[in-house]
């Protein structure tokens, strides 16, 4: 998980910058004055020029330091204004939606079947906000928390099973297009609500992404105390480059204003914070015969 960055470091590096610079400067003219004596400052010279050199690596350093903490802070913005266009877009299209809904409902005479359409219209898009606050709280509860409850135990099979129905609704498609293969004997260690949003991310982001015909089949193994979960999509796929990228927060793959599918940039950020914090890994691979992606979850095992 990315921890909230304090501001005691960069602080420090400038002050000791500062501190280089002008002790720097000062044994440059020491050096000049010593050069202009004569040999016989010889081991003064030699010793001023030597902690003159290693001032300068420092101040070398300390500039590539903080380039470097320039650049991460430039992607950060970027990133940071691609969420708020995409949550701003989460926001406004549901709303616009239920406002036309009732402005409707209300100024015309509408026949029941009509009113029907509108009544589950408007239940998908209080779903949709649903969805998207508490997308934002599991942020803030992961970011807020460290790795706790890991003495719990989750059996893994009625979880999937319970995710896909959630997912499956939400995007309005058949069963047989997320397959399970999960023995009933596996469980990881770690809490429940933890393993939930990591596995609804994963579920959900694949489904969305391969819309409108998806194929994902989600299967695990254990070995070696080790639960190993793979859930394939037939999606884009994502490309070699960024597939370390994609776990990053606020990242998205595309601009906010080209792209039609929802989302905030968080779920993949979430499913690594909450990984890591279960003392497990996952990985983003592509598919070798077909489009699409794998994501592979290693948990460890209960039992």
Same mark, same amino acid.
């Given at each position: ?5 304090? +501001? ?6 400038? $002050? +000791? ?25 010889? $081991?003064?010279?030699?010793? &001023? ?10 101040? +070398? ?8 903490? &320039? ?8 990133? !940071? ?15 616009? #939606? ?14 029941? =079947? ?8 408007? @239940? !998908?898009?209080?779903?949709? +906000? ?37 997912? %499956? !609704? ?21 809490? =429940?609500?933890?393993?939930? %949003? ?11 992404? /391969? ?41 998205? @793959?595309?601009? =906010?204003?080209?792209? #039609? ?6 779920? @993949? ?20 015969? !077909?489009?699409? /992606?794998?994501?592979?979850?290693? @948990?460890?095992? /209960?039992?």
């Amino acid at each position: 998980m990315e921890p909230r960055r304090s +501001l005691r470091w960069p602080i420090l590096l400038g $002050v +000791l910058l500062i501190g280089s610079l002008v002790t720097l400067t000062v044994g440059w003219v020491l050096v000049s004055i010593a050069a202009a004596l004569g040999s016989e400052n010889a $081991v003064f010279y030699w010793a &001023t020029l030597g902690v003159g050199v290693a001032l300068l690596v420092v101040v +070398l350093a300390g500039v590539i330091v903080y380039l470097a903490l &320039t650049v991460k802070a430039i992607a950060l913005s970027q990133r !940071q204004s691609n969420f708020i266009d995409s949550v701003t877009h989460e926001l406004k299209s549901p709303l616009a #939606s239920l406002k036309l809904c009732l402005q409707t409902l209300t100024r015309r005479s509408v026949p029941a =079947e009509k009113q029907a359409d509108f009544h589950r219209l408007m @239940l !998908q898009d209080v779903e949709r +906000l649903d969805g998207l606050i508490d997308h934002l709280l599991d942020a803030a509860r992961t970011l807020n928390h460290r790795a706790a409850g890991s003495g719990e135990v989750t059996e893994l099979e009625p979880l999937l099973v319970q995710v896909r129905a959630a997912v %499956i !609704q939400r995007h309005e498609v058949g069963e047989e297009c997320v397959r399970i293969d999960c023995g009933p004997e596996l469980r990881v260690r770690g809490r =429940e609500t933890d393993v939930e %949003i990591i596995f609804r991310n994963l579920l959900d982001n694949a489904v969305k992404y /391969s819309l409108p015909e998806p194929d994902v089949e989600v299967t695990a193994t254990v070995a070696k105390g080790v639960v190993t979960v793979r859930v394939a999509d037939n999606g884009p796929g994502i490309p070699l480059a960024q597939r370390n990228a994609v776990f990053r927060r606020f990242v998205r @793959l595309g601009s =906010e204003l080209e792209r #039609s599918t929802p989302g905030t940039g968080l779920g @993949l950020f979430l499913v690594r914070a909450l990984v890591k914090q279960m003392r497990g890994r996952v990985t983003a691979k592509g598919r070798l015969t !077909q489009r699409g /992606s794998i994501f592979e979850v290693e @948990l460890p095992a /209960s039992g």
